[in-house]
């Protein structure tokens, strides 16, 4: 059994009547859980009986899951993780039992027995399913003397209060002896919300069921897209599918039938002009088992490269082993194809460089990826997109140990952000049915690809996107582009820790800078007492948080014992 484990019966009151150590949460979508899962577990072994209150603060009404997997979201949204990866008990020490803390697919096995593939990408509504049962476990196996209280109201202030904390929300204002910020994508914020918009203009596309309806955008009506990443799939999908269009699939090939009520047609726009390219499909691209030998020398020589007291330098250090790891994964899935003159780091390197400095016509975006799709689905012979792609994918594990907490140098970071970036488009796509889907509109002419690095001139409420003295009218302007990271929300509780002093962001890199129990660094260098702040605004400090994985962060097990600590010396 696990050390996680369901109460039988109370347990024997506190000698002392002594005032409740009180713990606040603002903020628990899945980030938040895991923190307070752990809580729980190590609560359940510690030898404190003391009463201990946590009082959660999310708006959503399903904890665990947050806006972003939210059970009420159209089935036609799909997750971009594989569900064989997400296991809300993954950290439970000892065996466990499968039936009472089941990963995913065994959740999914006795619930949607249909969906229970370890390689497949499920509707995030279901994942959503998944992480509130998760959610009411851990209630479940929270000890008598520990009181659990969700409230569904968003923290607005926070004020130092002596050593301990008060949080505001717009009801009320309570002191606590610890307080975790976990809000991850602040509810989906645009950055165009905080302007006054016409209607011609929707700030942003979550949640759709809201953002996208036929009021907002009448059927038939021309739009323009910014943003032509994985928010972008989802207005597109949410604009067809979700309006009744058809999509299906024979022999691998996607075809969309019109239903009338869809959008006519969609006009994504973006800075780079470049796509997101496709996962591969674990069912239909073989590829040979040395590879993993591959990623694992790759992981290991990143791991055992010397630190120098700068940090580790990208381009010089990280960048060639990239290369080098690439290089000889595309020579081993392409036999006989390099008899003479096998690729080079030096030559990969060109090719990157080449394709980051590319602009691509639409055309050319519509054959990039067909033959992208084609490799994911195991048709043609994976290529340099692949290699480097499945490369940073593989090895980030290694990269997000050897870069968080201040591993990269300072002067290092605007060269990794801008890979970044890019792997976000080579690396971490939709999966290859996804793809399918968007050729399916591109071939049936709602997608247009002609003005890819177009512009949105606005004048009184009339729209044209234009390109190279080229011009269209558009009957709506869509947001699809979710704020960086660290654009927090002027009224954000992470922009008064900030203003305030009790946080800093990491030099170079930008994000809150907090230690490995995710207390945060305040200006004058001192670690807060009794604050946290875990989860996606520690982006850069912290590498790698936009993920359901429990296995590449340890920062939720760490708070939760460091909790524990000042629950037991107090």
Known sequence: ???????????????????????????????????????????????????????????????????????????????????????????????????????????????????????GFIPRAVTGEYLADCYKKILQCSPAFCSIEHKQQKVVDIQRSGNRWM???????????????SIGHEGWRSTADNQDQPETVIPHVFPVTEMLTYDRIPAGSHVAVR???????????????????????????WKYQRSGNEVDCILPFSRSGRPMFPKPDIHRLSLPDQLETIWEQGRSRLMHLDQPEQGLEFKTMIWPVILQTAAKALVLVNPGQFPEMK?????????????????????????????????????????????????????YSALVRRISHG???????????????????????????????????????????????????????TLKLTQQGTAIDVDRLLHAVIPHSQQFAKDSI???????GWARCIQGAGGIEVNRSGRPVAVTGERMHGLAVIGRATEGCVLGNDTLTRLLHKHPDQWARSVCRRIQQR
Request: aromatic fraction near 10%.
């Open 1 to 119: 059994m696990p050390d996680l484990i369901e109460q039988q019966g109370p347990l024997t009151a506190p000698a002392s009547k002594r005032e409740p150590f009180r713990i606040a949460l603002a903020g628990c979508g899945p980030k938040g859980m895991y923190c307070l899962e752990r809580l729980i577990q190590r609560l359940n072994q510690s030898d404190s009986r003391g009463e201990i209150q946590i009082i959660i603060f999310d708006p959503e009404n399903v904890p665990g899951a947050g806006p972003v997997y939210h059970p009420d979201q159209p089935h036609y949204l799909r997750m971009n993780y594989a569900s064989g990866l997400i296991d809300t008990w993954s950290e439970t020490p000892g065996s466990r039992e499968k039936d009472e803390y089941p990963d995913l697919v065994h959740w999914l096995q006795r619930h949607y027995p249909e969906m229970a593939d370890p390689n």
């Open 494 to 500: 992470l922009s008064k820790i900030i203003s305030s």
């Open 407 to 461: 591993g990269l140098s300072a002067s290092s970071w605007h060269e990794f952000s801008e890979c970044a970036i890019e792997m976000e488009r080579l690396a971490f796509g939709p999966p290859a049915e996804n793809v399918g889907r968007m050729l399916a509109l591109i071939e049936a002419g709602v997608i247009n690809l002609d003005f890819l690095k177009g512009t949105v001139v606005q004048k009184g409420h």
């Open 343 to 395: 690729p080079t780091t030096k030559q990969l390197a060109h090719w990157y460089n080449q394709w980051t400095s590319s602009t691509c016509s639409g055309a050319e975006v519509f054959t990039l990826l067909k033959h992208a799709y084609h490799v994911a689905m195991g048709r043609e012979r994976p290529d340099e997109i692949w290699a480097v792609g499945e490369t940073f994918r593989q090895l």
């Open 227 to 253: 943003g032509f990443a994985l928010t972008f799939i989802d207005a597109c999908l949410a604009l067809t599918e979700g309006r009744g269009g058809v999509f299906s699939c024979q022999q691998g090939e």
């Open 167 to 181: 949080l505001k929300t717009n009801v009320s204002a309570e002191i606590y002896d610890e307080v975790l910020i």
